[in-house]
């Protein structure tokens, strides 16, 4: 049989990826067979709560505990697999770390290599051409697009993921948290400021408060 009958149902399929998903999804959802906003929910699930809170946990720890932040820095495979974080897209992950002389941002110019077990799914914008070509050539417009605007004396740094080294920003904690324990922490840390394209903020102010 020729491999090239343009009747063929995957001959209809858009060559691009994710337009290829998207037609599978409509034609799903047309036949009654899958829910779009269950769909939106679980890779909501997966992008922003399940997957960041175990790096989230990480950057908390690191924060409250120097030892754990030591080993973490020296070699980030072990000591995330120490916590429990580990497997598939999670293997040989390099911690980086945000001060105020250096702002670390990952990339994976390539294709999309991202330590899932940390960070969860990557995000659309993560796997982009543009973001992909932009953060290696003009990483300050990026980091702005995003909210970020670092002072001139901060240098940027990319990191460019591969399939054989995954990165971890560990970004700076916020002033003000001082008496915060772990998990409340870890609840201010966000999947873009492990992937250094925002930086945590500290709590807001309880109703009421001075500013």
């Not at 994710?18 to 699930?45: Q, S």
């Not at 982009?128 to 004396?153: H, I, N, Q």
Request: hydrophobic share 45%; aromatic share 6%.
């Amino acid at each position: 049989m020729p491999h090239d009958d343009h009747d063929h149902p995957h001959a209809l399929l858009p060559p691009d990826p994710a337009l290829r998903v998207r037609a599978l999804e409509t034609l799903l959802t047309r036949k009654g067979l899958i829910d779009p906003a269950a769909l939106d929910a679980i890779v909501d699930t997966y992008e922003n709560r399940i997957g960041p809170r175990n790096g989230a946990a990480v950057v908390a720890r690191a924060w409250c505990d120097p030892g754990f932040r030591a080993a973490l820095l020296a070699d980030a495979t072990a000591a995330v697999t120490d916590m429990g974080f580990f497997g598939r897209q999670g293997e040989h992950v390099v911690a980086v770390e945000n001060t105020p002389e250096v702002h670390n941002m990952v990339v994976c110019t390539l294709c999309s290599c991202y330590p899932w077990p940390l960070l969860g799914v990557p995000p659309a914008w993560y796997k982009s051409d543009a973001y992909r070509a932009r953060a290696v050539r003009e990483p300050r417009k990026v980091l702005a697009e995003f909210g970020v605007t670092l002072p001139e004396g901060t240098a940027v740094r990319v990191w460019d993921s591969t399939a054989e080294v995954r990165y971890l920003v560990l970004p700076m904690r916020p002033p003000g948290t001082e008496g915060l324990d772990q998990e409340a922490l870890a609840g201010l840390v966000s999947r873009d400021s492990m992937i250094g394209t925002a930086v945590v903020q500290g709590p807001a102010p309880a109703p009421g408060a001075a500013a």
